[in-house]
């Protein structure tokens, strides 16, 4: 009620009527002693209510399901920026992948204690073994943005559109043939998209990979497909900058390549060391890092015969 009479008189205070209202039904909880924990993800990092504030920080954890965590640094200014929700953020626990990031997140959120635990997904790892009989490269998108979404939220140029990721994906399969002479077997690719088509993502690029299912260029995988057996049943892994299945791939330590296919920006990654994920931003980069790749992979394969 008292709320209700501050708001009429000061209207703004209707913005903290969501923070007002979970507020005292989790104080209540807590005097009662009925919460341990309060976790969060990744995706609330770009902000925290209120009320989580009012909660001794041990209590309150954040787990991150992804590892792109920095803004892209462009080679052009090679200017470096941090994402600015994160020195805002109020938490007691980090729960993250690698130590790189680690160190990256505690000069971002220092009062944090920060857990790293590996690969954080949202199903349980399967394993399989890459077949013998052919080459299998995995790749993994990112979702196509046109320039109004990307410019909405911040992001120009727009390293998401389409015309990149359709780069990036004819490219990886303009290999086919070379490697297929090299190596002499059959090479395949299958594509996982990060997600499924939303209307914030450019429908032209989700229309070209269907057709390039159609003509057999590529396999599509589900987007909810285990991301483990995809990676552990392939050769190599190709991704697009900096996308976290390059580290689900290093986990597993299945060699993997960050490929830009537009020559415009600066490697950064958090994978720890020693580190097989490896970064192209040439089309000659991108063939000699994949043969590299696949001699490696297939000289073990043929030892642990």
């Given at each position: 009620f008292?709320?209700a009479c501050h708001a009429?008189?000061r ?6 009527a ?5 507020s005292g039904i989790?104080?209540e909880?807590?005097r009662r002693g009925?919460?341990?924990s ?9 902000r925290?209510?209120l009320?989580?504030r009012a909660?001794?920080q041990p209590k309150?954890?954040?787990?991150w399901y992804?590892q792109?965590?920095k803004p892209?640094s462009?080679?052009?200014d090679g200017i470096?920026s941090?994402?600015?929700h994160l020195?805002?953020i109020?938490i007691?626990?980090?729960?993250l992948?690698?130590h790189?990031?680690a160190?990256?997140a505690k000069?971002?959120?220092p ?12 199903y349980?790892?399967e394993l399989?073994?890459?077949p013998k ?7 993994f ?6 320039d ?7 992001l120009f ?6 015309a990149?990721?359709r780069?990036?994906v004819?490219?990886?399969?303009a290999?086919?043939?070379e490697?297929e002479?090299?190596?002499?077997l059959p ?12 209307p914030?993502n450019d429908r032209?690029?989700?229309?070209y ?6 003509t057999?260029t590529?396999?599509?995988a589900?987007?909810e497909?285990?991301m ?11 991704v697009?900058?900096f996308?976290?299945?390059a ?5 597993l330590?299945?060699p993997?390549i960050?490929y830009?296919?537009?020559?415009s920006i600066i ?11 490896q970064?192209a931003?040439?089309?000659?980069e ?5 043969i590299g ?5 297939t000289?073990?394969q043929?030892?642990s015969?």
């Amino acid at each position: 009620f008292a709320y209700a009479c501050h708001a009429l008189r000061r209207p703004l205070l209707s913005l903290l009527a969501r923070d007002i209202a979970y507020s005292g039904i989790c104080a209540e909880m807590e005097r009662r002693g009925l919460i341990d924990s309060i976790v969060l993800t990744g995706s609330n990092y770009m902000r925290q209510e209120l009320w989580v504030r009012a909660f001794p920080q041990p209590k309150v954890h954040m787990v991150w399901y992804s590892q792109s965590a920095k803004p892209f640094s462009y080679v052009a200014d090679g200017i470096e920026s941090d994402t600015p929700h994160l020195r805002w953020i109020r938490i007691g626990t980090l729960w993250l992948w690698t130590h790189a990031l680690a160190d990256y997140a505690k000069r971002l959120i220092p009062e944090a204690e920060i857990k790293v635990v590996g690969p954080i997904l949202w199903y349980l790892p399967e394993l399989k073994c890459p077949p013998k009989d052919r080459l299998c490269i995995a790749i993994f998108d990112v979702p196509a943005l046109t320039d109004g979404i990307a410019l909405s939220v911040g992001l120009f140029p727009n390293y998401f559109h389409a015309a990149n990721l359709r780069a990036f994906v004819d490219d990886i399969v303009a290999l086919k043939a070379e490697l297929e002479a090299r190596f002499c077997l059959p090479v395949s690719f299958i594509l996982k998209t990060k997600r499924q088509y939303h209307p914030t993502n450019d429908r032209l690029y989700f229309d070209y990979l269907e057709h390039l299912g159609m003509t057999g260029t590529i396999s599509l995988a589900h987007h909810e497909t285990n991301m483990y057996a995809l990676v552990s049943g392939s050769h190599l892994v190709m991704v697009y900058p900096f996308s976290s299945p390059a580290y689900v791939a290093n986990y597993l330590k299945v060699p993997s390549i960050y490929y830009d296919p537009t020559g415009s920006i600066i490697r950064c990654d958090f994978g720890d060391p020693p580190s097989m994920i490896q970064f192209a931003n040439t089309r000659e980069e991108l063939r000699d890092l994949s043969i590299g790749a696949l001699q490696l992979t297939t000289r073990q394969q043929t030892s642990s015969a």
